[in-house]
């Protein structure tokens, strides 16, 4: 992702997990006080972190049922099995699989947002027509929300940033609504992304509008767009847009936050429909699909390989990608491959958010702040070394890391630090499987198909 997105919004949860299962390795056996000890850790690590006292009870009771019955697997050790379960069952939590976009067999497909006032839906709209584009879809933005006076231009001025027409009129919400998808079958666009009126709270009037607007426009998917900011309150307004609307799933908005993730481990469990999309910055590139099982990964300390990948698929240079996964996949990663793929880093966030992805990071690492700006000065050290260093750090002693500091304007303080911190990555993604999580992705590409027809909305 282009953002952190199990990044500060999660820190604190991770942190909790990984304390409970460091004391579980280090167990034998595990009896059933045993198991029951860690339930107890993790029910109150969830509560502390704003998720819903349904969700909590339900994950917890699954995890019960199979850590104290007939499952553990002869082939781990308990701990590990009881590690597998939890992994498991929050991604049951968080949704089980991600959901599928499929498109209508007769063009447009429409698709409905709703929320609150605030909670990032027109922003959100954009970012959405962006991702369809990627897809190879040709979308149009309907400005419905006529209620705050700046909504259609802001959505004019995010449109054009996507490059995505966008259609309004100043009537009524429910006639630009049916009119935007008219002109979508006018000007042969097949996705409509239909913007609708927010309020600071749920009322009858709002509700009121946005069921007019859907019965107008027969969306093939309603995504109602969530602040995850506001915890586990965002199920009390997913239920209520529920009731009216009939979600097909959420959109959470500033997930990039320092909230404690509450409702992104609460909606699905509650509300029964899963989240669909996550927002993660500001920009219209950060906005990926929801993926319960990466989540669930990051969420656990488990790092995050495949999305790692796919940001670099899809940002990097085409070559430079190839030569990084070469030498992953050969084992061989050195400074000259990490001077080359620096480039191409700054295209994908935060450096922080991305060594979060990778799996086995240590606290201490996965937790600093580093300063993107310092990438000059990395960049400078490591073109302060000679061919050879680069190739084989460890040819690097005390007299060579005064002569590269000196040549890069730097301290030999901050050049131990890059070489400590370059050894940990490349240590982690030699022995972690990088390489081979590339050739399996690359695999599992080829045998993806899917269906082109919609969930049995709209004929």
Same mark, same amino acid.
């Given at each position: 992702m282009t953002g952190t997105l199990a /990044?500060?919004?999660? %820190?604190?949860?991770?942190?909790?997990?990984? /304390?409970?299962?460091?004391?579980?390795? /280090?167990k034998g056996r595990?009896?059933?006080?045993?198991?029951? %000890?860690?339930?107890?850790?993790i029910r109150l690590a969830l509560l502390e972190a704003d998720v819903n006292f349904r969700a909590v009870r339900n994950l917890l009771d699954r995890i019960r049922e199979r850590a104290t019955g007939a499952e553990l697997s002869k082939s781990l050790s308990p701990a590990q099995q009881v590690i597998k379960i939890v992994n498991e069952e929050l991604v049951t939590t968080l949704g089980g699989e991600n959901l599928r976009i499929t498109y209508a067999p007769k063009p447009p497909t429409v698709v409905l947002l709703a929320g609150l006032q605030g909670s990032g839906k027109t922003t959100a709209s954009a970012k959405l027509a962006r991702w369809f584009k990627q897809q190879g879809r040709n979308p149009i933005l309907v400005g419905a929300d006529l209620q705050r006076p700046a909504a259609v231009e802001q959505l004019r001025v995010l449109g054009s940033q996507a490059s995505v027409p966008v259609f309004s009129e100043p009537s009524d919400p429910v006639t630009v609504a049916k009119k935007g998808v008219e002109e979508a079958v006018r000007v042969g666009r097949d996705v409509v992304i239909v913007d609708t009126a927010g309020r600071l709270t749920i009322d009858q009037e709002l509700m009121e509008e946005v069921r007019r607007i859907s019965e107008a426009t027969s969306p093939h998917y309603t995504f109602l767009v969530i602040d995850a900011m506001i915890g586990q309150a965002a199920v009390e307004t997913a239920e209520a847009f529920h009731q009216t609307l009939e979600l097909d799933g959420v959109i959470l908005s500033k997930l990039d936050g320092d909230a404690r993730g509450g409702a992104a481990l609460s909606v699905k469990e509650v509300v029964g429909k899963p989240i669909a999309f996550a927002s993660v910055g500001e920009k219209l590139t950060d906005f990926e699909p929801f993926h319960p099982d990466r989540m669930a990964s990051r969420i656990l300390g488990m790092g995050d390989v495949l999305?790692?990948?796919?940001?670099?698929?899809r940002e990097y240079d085409q070559d430079a990608a190839e030569r990084a996964a070469q030498a992953l996949q050969e084992g061989k990663f050195t400074l000259e491959d990490f001077l080359e793929q620096?480039?191409?880093?700054k295209k994908m966030g935060p450096l922080s958010g991305l060594i979060g992805m990778l799996p086995g990071v240590p606290k201490e690492l996965r937790n600093a702040q580093i300063d993107d700006r310092e990438l000059g000065r990395v960049e400078a050290i490591i073109r302060s070394m000679t061919p050879k260093e680069r190739q084989d750090p460890d040819l690097i002693n005390g007299s060579r890391r005064q002569r590269i500091a000196m040549g890069s304007g730097t301290t030999t303080s901050e050049v131990n630090l890059l070489l400590k911190q370059f050894k940990?990555?490349?240590?982690?993604m030699n022995q972690m499987g990088f390489g081979k999580a590339m050739q399996r992705k690359k695999a599992k590409k080829g045998k993806k198909g899917g269906r082109t027809t919609p969930k049995g909305k709209r004929p």
């Open positions: /990044g500060s919004m999660f %820190e604190s949860l991770t942190d909790r997990f990984e /304390g409970i299962f460091t004391r579980l390795r /280090g595990l009896s059933e006080e045993d198991v029951e %000890e860690v339930l107890r850790e999305t790692l990948i796919e940001k670099a698929e620096m480039q191409q880093l940990e990555a490349q240590k982690m």
